[in-house]
């Protein structure tokens, strides 16, 4: 098995540019999640999905970022316009979502640099 | 609301050192814990869990017991290796949202030789 597949690993822009994160989760698991990690704030949640549709985005910073997955295999996470407060790495992790807990996988991360 | 407060690191050992990295919960209902592992340059990846009291959890040589009378799940180590050096995060599980985990801001650990 691949594991979880981010694309792009680094990601460098200017500030006001648009980003698109790609995320590819394990086959077979209907729950994803995606993930901001920087020194200040540590690990935080931005949004997950459950068999396709946004449980919870409550984490999503505000309008410039969104998220969709338009099936069980892809995922993005787009920020308009994106500022250097931005410059995190962001996670996609997936999990099989039954009636106990299941071990959430994460990807590699892509490092963005928003200068 | 619910929360995990770890220890602050970064914490330094030598090869074989006995560790401890602490970590605590304030959450309602019974949740399960983990302890999650992240080594340089990769994400997380689960390395323990436990999911109801006095449960146990190990594995590489690391163990945390689910203590619910102190709200703990500390995670320890007998001998520790420079491939421990890595930041650890405790997290939780709410009862009845068994999908989102509840982060600590980890640990950094270093292990000289």
């Known amino acids: 098995d691949a594991g979880v597949i981010q694309s792009p690993r680094h990601e460098v822009t200017e500030m006001g540019q648009e980003v698109t994160l790609r995320c590819k989760p394990i086959?077979?698991?209907?729950?994803l999640f995606w993930y901001r990690q920087t020194m200040m704030r540590g690990l935080e949640l931005l949004i997950y999905f459950n068999n396709n549709v946004p449980i919870d985005d409550s984490g999503m910073p505000e309008d410039r970022f969104s998220a969709k997955m338009p099936n069980a295999s892809f995922s993005t996470l787009k920020i308009q316009p994106s500022e250097p407060r931005d410059s995190a790495v962001y996670f996609c992790a997936s999990s099989f979502g039954g009636r106990d807990y299941n071990e959430q996988f994460f990807g590699p991360g892509t490092r963005l640099t928003v200068l | 609301g619910d929360s995990v407060t770890q220890m602050e690191g970064p914490v330094t050992l030598s090869e074989e050192a006995f560790l401890t990295i602490n970590c605590t919960y304030t959450?309602?209902?019974?949740?399960?814990l983990f302890w999650y592992v992240q080594y340089p340059g990769e994400g997380l990846q689960l390395l323990l869990k436990a999911t109801k009291a006095d449960d146990k959890g190990s594995n590489k040589g690391f163990e945390a017991t689910y203590r619910k009378e102190t709200t703990s799940f500390h995670l320890e180590k007998g001998s520790v290796q420079v491939s421990d050096s890595a930041v650890y995060f405790c997290a939780l599980s709410r009862a009845g949202n068994n999908r989102k985990l509840i982060w600590g801001l980890g640990t950094s650990l270093a292990v000289n030789p």
């Open positions: 959450a309602t209902g019974y949740p399960s």
């Open positions: 086959s077979g698991h209907n729950s």
